[in-house]
């Protein structure tokens, strides 16, 4: 197969957000298996060579709008078998024939400003560019939902398919001088990942256990407010913001840590859960949509079910107080990764898509 995986970000091994490090692994796997595979994206640098390709659209109001014409009226993907947008807006203007996106998330999950008022109309560009779709892909069962019921989409239309994880590079560390305990998250500063919630619990554990630390990787609007936070409550010594981190950082960070923490309130199928358990960690998530598919609760982790910061810290304090379940945790979520989460499973469970796909076109 010849695919165009259209792509918000391409600048690996820098990795922006979960979408970017699905699309790296994905088209890797997809090389592999002998398939041709082109990246074009906004954010990139042309490598003819390697198959990837520099859009020249500068940011504006509805950016995948303009990416979208831009690739239509240049004809660029006119050679391709399957093209791959990453969002459901981006399908639009896609031929029908050959487009199946991967919906990671819908635009209801995120905060809509009143200062960008053009956000308010994603949701009918959603529709209309899924409008007649025959396939495509998602995380979660939430979306699935929404797909059926706001975007009109028939569900045996629909491929809910997990993400994957690189377990070869994201393994448990060596186990060496005994570090104090630190918990680690890592996301977009944004309302829904409620780190100020995670905080809040986390200044709760630091009554009892004073010597615990928090690492809390990213960046975004709310750093500034999470960082004001963090010195109120007399953080200020327990947690650090080392800021966006790449791959092997990421890496460092998951093997010095004892827990793995994800406070949002919707997620897709977060990446970074998926690599802590790789790594060897148990979890403490909340319950999103796809919450009860990568961590069973009290044998791999625990699933918060509200937003009370005394049920989070109670969570992280039985961690705190049992190395030994801390250890089972782990190595019961590392396990059940390498069993149902591996890139070269969850790519050819799309190819199996693709194809079927191009087969049902050309009937």
């Known amino acids: 197969m010849k695919i165009a995986i259209l792509a918000p970000f391409w600048k690996p091994p820098k990795f ?11 088209r890797k796997e997809w090389l592999a298996a002998g398939h041709s595979v082109h990246i074009y994206s906004p954010q990139t640098q042309t490598d003819i060579a390697q198959g990837i390709y520099h859009i020249a659209i500068p940011r504006m109001p509805l950016y995948s709008v303009w990416i979208n014409a831009y690739l239509i009226l240049s004809g660029k993907l006119k050679s391709y078998d399957i093209i791959f947008p990453q969002s459901a807006a981006q399908a639009l203007f ?16 995120e905060e809509k400003s009143p200062w960008r008022p053009w956000r308010y109309l994603i949701p009918w560009l959603e529709k209309k560019a899924l409008r007649n779709i025959t396939a495509c892909l998602t995380l979660s069962d939430d979306t699935v939902e ?3 019921a706001s975007c009109e989409v028939p569900a045996e239309n629909i491929h809910k398919i997990q993400n994957g994880v690189d377990f070869y590079t994201f393994r448990p560390s060596i186990k ?10 890592a996301g977009r500063f944004i309302p829904r990942k409620r780190f100020e919630l995670l905080i809040r619990a986390f200044a709760l554990v630091v009554k009892h256990h004073s010597a615990t630390r928090l690492i809390i990787a990213g960046g975004g609007k709310l750093e500034a407010q999470l960082k004001s936070l963090v ?10 913001f080392p800021g966006m981190l790449n791959q092997e950082q990421m890496l460092e960070c998951y093997q010095r840590s004892q827990v793995f923490v994800l406070p949002s309130e919707a997620e897709g199928m977060p990446m970074v859960v998926l690599e802590a358990q790789a790594c060897g960690l148990p979890v403490v998530i909340g319950n999103f949509s796809a919450a009860a598919d990568i961590v069973q609760h009290g044998r791999t982790g625990f699933i918060a079910e509200s937003n009370d910061p005394e049920e989070w810290a109670e969570y992280l304090d039985k961690l705190i107080c049992s190395e030994i379940l801390c ?25 199996a898509v693709f194809q079927q796909f191009i087969s049902d076109s050309y009937r």
């Open 16 to 26: 922006e957000g979960g979408v970017s490090r699905v699309i790296f692994e994905l």
């Open 94 to 109: 896609l031929d029908k024939n050959r487009c199946v996106p991967f919906v990671h998330t819908l635009s209801n999950v």
């Open 146 to 148: 929404a797909l059926c």
């Open 176 to 185: 060496g001088e005994k570090q104090p305990f630190t918990v680690f998250t």
């Open 231 to 240: 010195v109120q409550l007399g953080l200020k010594q327990n947690v650090s």
């Open 327 to 351: 250890e089972e945790f782990g190595i019961q979520a590392r396990a059940d990764v390498v069993t149902s989460f591996g890139w070269n499973s969850i790519a050819a469970q799309i190819e």
